[in-house]
């Protein structure tokens, strides 16, 4: 869910996410190997995630409550 809180949904299982804060400076990127990301140790504000897959490329605002 977005906003989210714990864990949001990323709809795949391969890849790769990094996700900036709304100052544009990254504040995490892993691997993917799960379609959960726990996302409990940013804080409240806006993110931009950008994810990539074989699938694609994707890039949205993540909201943590």
Do not use: H, M, W
Request: proline letters at 5%; charged letters at 10%; hydrophobic letters at 35%.
């Amino acid at each position: 869910p977005n906003p989210a809180q714990d864990y949001v949904n990323i709809g795949i299982n391969e890849g790769y996410v990094t996700i900036y804060n709304i100052n544009g400076q990254q504040v995490f990127s892993a691997g993917i190997t799960s379609s959960q990301l726990e996302v409990s140790f940013l804080s409240r504000g806006i993110y931009i995630v950008n994810i990539q897959s074989p699938e694609g490329k994707y890039q949205g605002k993540l909201i943590i409550k």
